[in-house]
């Protein structure tokens, strides 16, 4: 089992120097570029129709319009919820690596990264508390820990970062161009995608110098146990999306029995595959999923 620091290309070091330029050319402030109204109206769509989880189920024709407009808006406050939960969990991943041994090639970009996560998980949860009243609480699951080599564990850690940021990303781009959509929704959007198109650009690059690592110096059932983990968390990721306590406030009587019947339809499965389709792409490129 190894513990030597990743070994940085030239790529990396390219990317990590015009990400880091970039990163400082754009900085705004993010307490000064919002406005707040006081309310959003209850009317309005506040998540896309095609990104929300009833779209293309059976089991949107059961709803009321005032149903269909209350889960648009809980869908909504649901993401914005899993955005400040996951921003929570990678920014102290990055911490406990910020300037350690092996990692003096990223950690000036991940200054950045953690002061802009930081300021996305306020904006993200700004708007919950204003607009929903609360945040909907963290219902992701532990995955069992396992002893892991470093190469593996590094991999992992940076792959749920780059997932997670990727299934996002595909929300903000089309809520920030989605013209049905409230201007202070599609405002956060649009701030939150500009940003972390720089962080994806990051993750792509740490993601695959860690498999190179891990492809030069790991055992073949580590190899295994990335793509395992790999399929598993997109799988979790997308399960996430369809919220109980979202169903339960937008009035559906049986809100489990409710999202049972649309993970298990599929219909749904177009909107799975476009959530996750640059995800895939990118894991095939480099080598981890067939």
Not at 44 to 49: C, H, I
Not at 116 to 145: K, Q, T, V
Request: aromatic share 12%.
């Amino acid at each position: 089992m190894t513990t030597a620091a990743p070994l940085w290309d030239e790529e990396v070091r390219s990317a990590v120097q015009r990400l880091t330029t970039a990163a400082e050319n754009e900085y705004y402030n993010p307490y000064q570029t919002f406005e707040w109204p006081d309310s959003i109206p209850e009317g309005a769509l506040w998540m896309s129709e095609d990104l929300m989880t009833v779209h293309g189920a059976d089991a949107a024709a059961e709803l009321t319009r005032e149903q269909y407009l209350a889960l648009a808006k809980w869908e909504s406050i649901n993401f914005y919820s899993l955005n400040v939960h996951g921003i929570r969990e990678l920014m102290a991943e990055v911490v406990h690596r910020i300037h350690a041994p092996g990692y003096e090639i990223p950690t000036p970009f991940f200054h950045h990264f953690l002061g802009e996560e930081n300021e996305h998980m306020w904006f993200f949860a700004e708007f919950c508390l204003r607009y929903g009243g609360r945040l909907f609480p963290d219902r992701s699951l532990a995955f069992p820990a396992r002893e892991q080599s470093t190469l593996l564990g590094n991999f992992i850690v940076f792959s749920r970062i780059l997932i997670f940021e990727q299934i996002v990303d595909h929300f903000n781009s089309r809520m920030a161009a989605d013209t049905a959509l409230p201007e202070t929704i599609r405002a956060i959007n649009r701030v939150h995608h500009q940003d972390e198109s720089r962080h994806i650009a990051f993750g792509c690059q740490l993601v695959r110098a860690f498999y190179e690592r891990l492809k030069a110096e790991g055992e073949p059932a580590e190899l295994d146990a990335a793509r395992a983990y790999i399929e598993r968390y997109i799988t979790t990721s997308l399960q996430s999306l369809y919220s109980v306590d979202a169903y339960r406030e937008a009035g559906i009587a049986d809100p489990f029995a409710f999202r049972t019947r649309l993970l298990a339809d599929p219909a749904r499965k177009p909107a799975h595959d476009a959530i996750v389709s640059r995800t895939t792409t990118f894991y095939r490129r480099i080598g981890v999923l067939d």
